[in-house]
């Protein structure tokens, strides 16, 4: 059984997305990582030239609803029988991955799991209350802007597994890029541009996130190894 990792987006790097740490989250646990790169005019096709091993010329991004064309690319460019999905931004936990395995060790096909909305540089994290399918055999799954519940039939792994690190809003400087390009980026007006977008009682934070907190080795959510290199950074910095 061979698996692919595949991923997409567009202008990534401008936008502050830590696509090369997504990538490298993944690496060990795949056979291959596919890219599909929506004619970006910034540096992003370059840096995924290094980190995957093959990068596809797909259409124009026009926004989000672009996403389902791409994500259907999978098919004819995936040469593994498992398909690991993840957002540019979306780095996986170590631990979560390796839940991943056992789960298609036992034989299930179709996997979901939790993932965390990551703030103001590991200061505020939010747990998105459904898991996201993320797993599934070639040709199958679904992608339409946040797939965020599970079809029957999808076997969750639990939150204790590990979590799937979405880290759209974790530089600061990103807010701004968002509101800046969020017209070209998304296709409309979009609520992520908002600073304060998670602050409601659905936040693990406050009090909990502090920079310092990471260095206790009995922190309750583990930092994903590849992102502690960005702790306490306020724009994302790409290092191949």
């Known amino acids: 059984m061979k698996i692919s990792a595949f991923t997409f987006g567009y202008n990534l790097i401008e936008g502050g997305y830590p696509i090369v740490e997504a990538i490298h989250s993944v690496r060990a ?24 091993d093959k990068v596809i010329d797909g259409p124009k991004w026009e926004g989000r ?3 389902h064309q791409v994500f259907e690319l999978h098919k004819e460019y995936c040469r593994g029988d498992i398909i690991i999905l993840f957002e540019a931004d979306e780095v996986y936990d170590e631990s979560l991955l390796s839940e991943v395995h056992w789960a298609l060790e036992k034989g299930h096909r179709d996997i979901g799991v939790y993932r965390i909305q990551i703030e103001q540089n590991f200061q505020r994290v939010r747990e998105y209350p459904m898991p996201c399918y993320r797993v599934f055999p070639k040709g199958g799954g679904y992608y ?3 797939p965020i519940h ?3 039939g ?3 792994l639990p939150p204790n597994a590990g979590y799937l690190w979405d880290c759209s809003n974790c530089f600061n400087d990103n807010w701004i890029m968002r509101q800046v390009n969020q017209a070209k980026v998304w296709g409309s007006s979009h609520s992520h541009a908002v600073a304060k977008h998670f602050a409601d009682e659905n936040e693990i934070y406050p009090g909990f996130f502090n920079e310092p907190h990471w ?10 190894d ?3 290199k960005h702790l306490g950074k306020h724009r994302y910095e790409v290092g191949l």
Do not use: N
């Not at 890219?35 to 290094?50: G, H, I, N, P, Y």
């Open 29 to 52: 646990y795949v056979d291959e990582v596919i890219a599909v790169d929506c004619q970006s005019t910034d540096d992003t096709k370059r840096v995924l030239s290094f980190t995957c």
């Open 65 to 67: 609803d672009i996403q």
């Open 144 to 146: 339409h802007k946040h």
């Open 150 to 152: 599970c079809p029957d």
């Open 154 to 156: 999808v076997y969750v």
């Open 215 to 224: 260095g206790f080795t009995d922190t309750p959510l583990k930092i994903p």
């Open 226 to 228: 590849v992102l502690k």
